[in-house]
């Protein structure tokens, strides 16, 4: 019985060493390809190339910069429903036609480093989150199990709110996340 124990104790020793041994994954998430295959949905097909009227418009070279052929599927999308694909663009300003939705939204005031106290917070839960999990047998998706006190339960809320008489929208189907 004491060597079982032992044995026991040994391999427990073992896997907290190991648990403690260099950098641990906080991202909660395993995606990976196990196979020993290409990943197919890394290999994107380009745009046809195309002959410009005059090789003296082409811009000039940039590494790392935007290639002519290469797949912009949200522009794309944009722009056949009717949308501006330069309204993907990210800027600093505030569009003209959002300001007085942002002026409303910041009427109590804002915190301009938000963002970043939201990351270091949510690197924090991760960390916390993630402390065991060099130990487990096998590589589980734990993004949903970590954030699900962070939920919001929507059938939950909406009785709350008609409780109190406010007017509410419809439940959304069950099962919707």
């Known amino acids: 019985m004491t060597g079982l124990l032992r044995i026991t104790g040994l391999i427990g020793a073992l896997a907290m060493l190991a648990a403690c041994s260099g950098e641990r994954d906080i991202s909660l998430r395993s995606f990976q390809n196990v196979g020993g295959g290409p990943e197919e949905f890394a290999i994107l097909p380009n745009k046809p190339l195309e002959r410009p009227d005059s090789f003296r418009e082409l811009p000039q070279p940039t ?26 663009v990210p800027t600093t300003s505030v569009p003209s036609n959002e300001s007085t939705l942002v002026a409303y939204a910041g009427r109590q005031g804002r915190d301009p480093g938000i963002r970043q106290t939201l990351a270091t917070e949510d690197e924090a839960f991760r960390r916390r989150q993630s402390l065991f999990t060099k130990i487990r ?14 939920d919001v339960n929507a059938r939950r809320q909406q009785r709350i709110w008609r409780n109190a008489g406010a007017p509410t929208p419809t439940a959304p189907p069950p099962g919707y996340r």
Request: without cysteine.
């Open 137 to 150: 047998l096998f590589k589980v998706d734990r993004y949903y199990e970590a954030y699900n006190r962070e």
């Open 63 to 88: 590494p790392g910069a935007a290639n002519r052929a290469d797949l912009t599927p949200n522009s794309d999308a944009v722009a056949a429903l009717g949308g501006s694909p330069a309204a993907l």
